[in-house]
């Protein structure tokens, strides 16, 4: 029997519950002992891409006491857990005990559908879903983590789904964080774009590992084509039938 | 050139709904990065190429000083006059002094970066030199008085109703005309003129070889060979970085920046200079003076978070493939550089506090760094300049955090380390956003265009606990 941490990312824990709720059944279906540390609070990427490496310091020596006895981390978003991957290990460069910590940890952390794919080696989730599904392909899970084919081999092994092409799949939605709010014109750009390309598909259901990217493409949805939305990996391979296309 | 940094904001608002701008930006961008795609292609082994490629601008950058004095001593060996400038300054000043000993009335030129960054179109008109750019984009960008729009194709974005106005207007041409072909031969015959009579001629440099010595340019138009061949003085200005050590290096990294700018395999012309005229040869200019300017980058070698921006050698497939640049183009950068690497050279050579939009409008997508045939890591070093200017970095100029900014990172910081307190503070801050959120700019900036879901009841933590 596996056992797995999960690492729930604020934007989950607060906005988007259910994405955690589907991960964990998921995982609980694959036969996976899931653990949620309650201590958990934050990676500190959002002061980290502020600038503020000190403050983000303080959340990854937290972070890291937290998680670093589980030989499994999982974690739904792959903006987080690159932070934690990529970027941990690099902020220690001046402690070399707590750089060690951080990149054994990193070796340990791994995105939702990453850790289905290369460690649970399952495509097959028993997820059912009815329709043409677009994947967008967010930017630190393809660019930073190099994950872009597991998601698509989940997508594709779910029954009755059928992945289709997507133009400009791995150009960015324009979330970025506080770019979003910081520079709201560009980002809307950018979304607009992203959307653009979605509808062109002819998917029934865009597909995407990213909660940022979520918040973003389907805000822009519900204002612009309430009939179309996008949906968390966990989400999608929660599905088991009831859903048909949209 | 004028800085314009500071005015990012609203130049990028303008060029969302600029149609012409537009039109470039959402058609021959994801071509021109297509193409690149389809040009590596034509490696035997594509990543192994770009691996090369970056190793080495890493190692050329890595024994800078070493191979610049080598190039200085064999360009001279060779011939040509070597001027080293510290700034800017001192590269327009050389310039002007030779045009005024020599009693030049007027020169030529073959585009370059590094020229706009010294601005020495400015400081040659005041000295009343006229000055005729020779590459037809760089030509209409000239008499249009406007920046570059895209560091390879400077005029790509102008359409060819205002090209006919302006060549009516100031370039001598009588019929009203917007067939691309007809537009290029009234340049074409323009400039013509003004090649024959050349005395002195001025180019910018893709690469310097410091084992033989030599120069070379990438061009599509033959405005440079022009510029190099024909006067009887050659001025080409270099910065610092263009050099690598080996002519083998030069050809790989040749193969590089044709297909990663244009997806050509090679450009139409390349010309690899090695000094001036020898008394054998037929052509070629007399005297051939090579500028090597630092203007500020020796500082930027100095910190070795900094240095690896000096590996570039300005593709432009950065540029191509940014999400941000696809949406806004060139303009609102407000100086030489544009797209991801402007992100780069710009807040370097001038400053992180006239330059926070450039670090700033950054999504940390990872596209630039995943092109960069240089082996650039641009997301790093945005994420750096962040930090030096919350820092108030004194090199850099970094402006510093906000009392908000500070707090806010402090508190955020402590409370993230007592599960208790962030639990705490972050639900309250999710009911105060559900509740008076509505008129804060932050959240108007999001609702504006897009929804945002409905608060949950319940925290995910909330509902594991039960």
Known sequence: MKKAALFIPCSVNLILPGIAGAADLVLKRLGVTTVYPDNQTCCGQMVYNKGFFDQAKSFARHFIQVFENFDAVVCPSGSCTAMVKNRYPTLFDDDPSMKKRAELLSTRIFEFSEYIVDVLKIEDTGAVFNGKVAYHESCHLNRDLGISAQPKALIRAAKGAQLVHMNNADQCCGFGGEFSVAYPDISNALVESKVKCYLESGADILVLGEPGCLLNINGYLERNHPEKRAMHIAEFLAEQGEHHGC | ?466
């Open chain 2, 1 to 466: 050139m004028d800085v314009k940094t500071e005015s990012y904001v609203a130049e990028a608002k303008k060029e969302l709904v600029n149609p012409s701008s537009r039109m470039f930006l959402d058609f021959f961008l994801p071509v021109l990065s297509a193409v690149r795609e389809i040009g590596l292609s034509s490696f035997p082994a594509p990543q192994a190429a770009v691996e090369r490629a970056r190793a080495i601008r890493r190692q050329s950058v890595g024994r800078l000083g070493e191979l610049l004095e080598t190039f200085e001593r064999n360009a001279m060996k060779a011939g040509a006059k070597v001027f080293w400038a510290k700034t800017a300054a001192d590269a327009n000043m050389y310039i002007r002094d030779l045009i005024n000993r020599h009693k030049i009335p007027y020169v030529t030129k073959g585009k370059s970066m590094i020229t706009e960054e010294m601005g020495l179109n400015d400081v040659l008109a005041k000295n009343g030199t006229s000055v005729y750019e020779t590459d037809l984009g760089e030509f209409i960008i000239q008499l249009l008085e406007k920046p570059p729009f895209h560091i390879i194709g400077p005029a790509i974005n102008i359409p060819t109703d205002e090209i006919c106005r302006i060549f009516m207007e100031r370039a001598g041409m009588e019929k009203p005309t917007t067939d691309p072909v007809a537009l290029g031969q009234a340049a074409r015959d323009f400039l013509r003129d003004k090649f024959k009579h050349m005395q002195l001629g001025i180019t910018g440099v893709n690469m310097a070889v410091a084992e033989t010595g030599s120069i070379i340019n990438v061009e599509n138009e033959g405005n440079i060979r022009f510029n190099k061949s024909a006067p009887a003085i050659q001025v080409s200005v270099m910065s610092i970085e263009k050099i690598v050590a080996t002519m083998d290096d030069a050809l790989h990294m040749l193969r590089m920046l044709c297909r990663n700018g244009t997806g050509q395999k090679l450009t139409s012309y390349v010309t690899v200079d090695t000094g001036p005229r020898k008394t054998d040869e037929m052509d070629g200019p007399e005297e051939l003076h090579i500028i090597i300017m630092d203007n500020g980058r020796s500082r930027i070698y100095e910190n070795p978070k900094t240095r690896e921006v000096l590996q570039c050698i300005r593709c432009g497939a950065c540029i191509n493939i940014c999400p941000v640049f696809r949406q806004i183009g060139g303009y609102p950068y407000g100086w030489a550089y544009t797209g991801p690497i402007g992100k780069l050279l710009n807040p370097l050579l001038l400053g992180l506090d006239r330059t926070t939009d450039l670090y700033g409008a950054c999504t940390l997508c990872n596209a630039c760094k995943n092109v960069c045939p240089a082996g650039i890591d641009h997301p790093s070093m945005i994420l750096y300049f962040r930090n030096r200017n919350m820092k108030q970095d004194q090199v850099l100029n970094g402006k510093g955090a906000t009392f908000s900014e500070r707090f806010f990172a402090n508190t955020a910081g402590i409370a993230g380390s007592y599960p208790i307190v962030w639990n705490t503070a972050t639900k309250i801050g999710k009911a105060a956003a559900a509740r008076f959120g509505a008129d804060h700019p932050l959240v108007k900036a999001w609702t504006e265009k897009r929804a945002f879901p409905p608060m949950p009841k319940k925290t995910y933590r909330d509902i594991r606990k039960k």
